[in-house]
DNA sequence: ACACGTTCTACCATTGAATGGAAAACGACC
DNA sequence: GGTCGTTTTCCATTCAATGGTAGAACGTGT
């Protein structure tokens, strides 16, 4: 018994702990967190101290643990998608405006599309709820959209590897998507997450023509009116890509 | 030469390279980020290496080191202000459409307001820059609605350490500007940030009667109406506070 | 009020993981 | 192609991290 029993090292047990909480959980007692993370009680509960003496973790009396007001800030001040949110807000409030339906802004994170922004339709409760939210790549417009775009060593290796656990889709199906969106230049996919809705989505690309999100919107099967929708997304999208320098 | 000359922990370590972003900076080079951290560069280096693995930081090609979409995420899903911004959102909206000015949403955190949301006026370009802000208690509507309302204890003890570096406001006006907030059950300041604009803030307070958040309004010096904004913030800070159960 | 179960906190001898200087690769710019 | 400022790898040294154990603080039911 010395330095790690089970052979791992401390920045894999501050990750562990870090990781524990379940999404949308922002609140769990030290003994459940040492279970979920993996490690001793004793271990748990001086990492938890270590890092709430730095505000990047609450420990509140009683054990109760919770991600820091302090990481909070610090990840919201330098978020990697800073510039990108903030190149896209002005477009996406535009997009918005102009359809009145529900806007989204995703980057690509291994094979999942990652929201990163939302806009919902006016009137209806602006739902913050699904940021930070991930779909995979081949059930959403703005993941198909995103890999029509990559590299083509990138996208030979998704293929390569996709297996869908529902079994509803294979491989040739999204390489015929992934065809078809970049000659088109959008993505459209019907009723994937809601069965009445679609959803549409246009690459955005920066300064340097990589593609480094998409911008969407999701719309009632009612109000499905591509000619109208593409042409408002593609100029958006150029819009925000030139605003990307990096 | 064996586990840290310096005397400080991994833990230690690890928050401060996460802290080494200056505001706003999204990527450091390397070098510079172990210089900031105060770490020699094979220390920083085998640290970002690491928490790169795990996807806390993103370290590109070339040294480049960015916070990972990753950290991102998993804030944002398990972020404490998660409830109370969600039971925020819709009052905010409508406060919004109704007085059609700036509205944001801030909490305590040590001496100092962190705003945690903000809606724009309608029209203006949408500024998530001020989102994760800090000000200081006595010169922002929002830290004295919820200096106001904190125990006893808590006031006396900020009124004790009180010091203003710029010197232009004592002790005991702050200690004045508290009391007529806590009678009121409003905050109201003019002029600090911006000389034409006047801030209001009201205490949100959840069902176990804590004030757990302040919110408040940036109003153009012309268009003050006490009056009619500060009902208005009331309400929806009661309605806010109805939904927090904790 | 008491006893029990549960969860948190503190302690401390043991030892292997963390450390950082030095040198090798890299890359950019004259 | 040589020079300088990086990043990256290597590896002997040693002290910080570890976790079992014990006790304190809750909370809960009788």
Redo the contacts between chains.
């Keep these: 018994m010395a330095n790690s029993a089970s052979g791992d090292?401390?920045?894999?047990r501050?990750?562990r702990v870090?990781?524990a909480?379940p999404?949308?959980?922002?609140?769990l007692q030290l003994s459940e967190l040492a279970d979920r993370a993996g490690l001793p009680l004793s271990s748990a509960h001086r990492?938890v101290r270590?890092?709430s003496e730095?505000g990047?973790l609450?420990l509140g009396a009683g054990g109760t643990v919770?991600?820091?007001?302090?990481?909070?800030?610090?990840?919201?001040?330098?978020?990697?998608?800073?510039?990108l949110?903030?190149a896209a807000?002005?477009f996406m409030?535009d997009i918005q405006q102009v359809l009145n339906q529900n806007v989204n802004l995703a980057?690509l994170?291994g094979w999942e599309a990652?929201f990163?922004e939302r806009l919902s339709r006016r009137g209806s409760?602006?739902n913050?709820?699904r940021?930070?939210g991930?779909m995979p790549v081949h059930i959403s417009s703005a993941g198909l959209a995103l890999m029509s775009h990559q590299p083509r060593e990138l996208q030979a290796e998704y293929l390569e590897q996709f297996a869908d656990p529902a079994g509803k889709v294979s491989a040739d199906v999204v390489r015929h998507f992934l065809a078809e969106a970049a000659q088109q230049g959008y993505a459209q996919l019907a009723g994937v997450v809601d069965p009445d809705t679609w959803g549409i989505a246009v690459p955005v690309i920066d300064a340097k023509r990589r593609t480094v999100a998409a911008l969407g919107v999701v719309v009632p099967l009612a109000e499905m009116r591509l000619q109208a929708l593409v042409p408002a997304l593609q100029t958006a999208a150029r819009g925000i890509g030139r605003q990307l320098g990096d």
């Design positions: 090292s401390v920045v894999d501050v990750v870090m990781e909480f999404e949308g959980v922002t609140s990492l270590q890092l730095h990047l609450d919770r991600l820091g007001l302090r990481l909070w800030e610090l990840v919201n001040r330098n978020s990697p998608t800073l510039a949110r903030q807000m002005p409030e980057v994170d990652l990163v409760v602006a913050r709820a940021i930070a991930r």
